[in-house]
Nanobody
Framework: QVQLVESGGGLVQPGGSLRLSCAAS????????MGWDRQAPGKQRELVATITSGGSTAYTDSVKGRFTISRDSAKNTVYLQMNSLKPEDTAIYYC????????????WGQGTQVTVSS
């Protein structure tokens, strides 16, 4: 099994910054991709950002230029630096890891709340 533990959420004013962290442990592989999803109240979960083992990144349009995903492979940890936060970024943020071997199973953490409000 895979365990993912997120941290770093909280309350921040519009325009502020937060950095989320997610530490992975258990049955993980060096080529696994990782990323972040979020779910706002009353909305479907959406993919926010992903990063491959080689460092290639992808973002949903609404966060491009404001969020940066990175990873420390030695620590099996992925980060999400969130700048210029907006009220619409308010959501529960979930870390995920996708296995690089068949059947390419995906695992999620328990989530961390991010609230952007004045």
């Amino acid at each position: 099994q895979v365990q993912l533990v997120e941290s770093g959420g909280g309350l921040v004013q519009p325009g502020g910054s937060l950095r989320l962290s997610c530490a992975a442990s258990g049955n993980i592989f060096s080529n696994d991709a990782m990323g972040w999803d979020r779910q706002a109240p009353g909305k479907q979960r959406e993919l926010v950002a992903t990063i491959t083992s080689g460092g290639s990144t992808a973002y949903t349009d609404s966060v491009k230029g404001r969020f940066t995903i990175s990873r420390d492979s030695a620590k099996n940890t992925v980060y999400l630096q969130m700048n210029s936060l907006k009220p619409e970024d308010t959501a529960i943020y979930y870390c995920h890891l996708r296995h690089s071997i068949i059947p390419f199973q995906t695992f999620w953490g328990q989530g961390t709340q991010v609230t952007v409000s004045s």
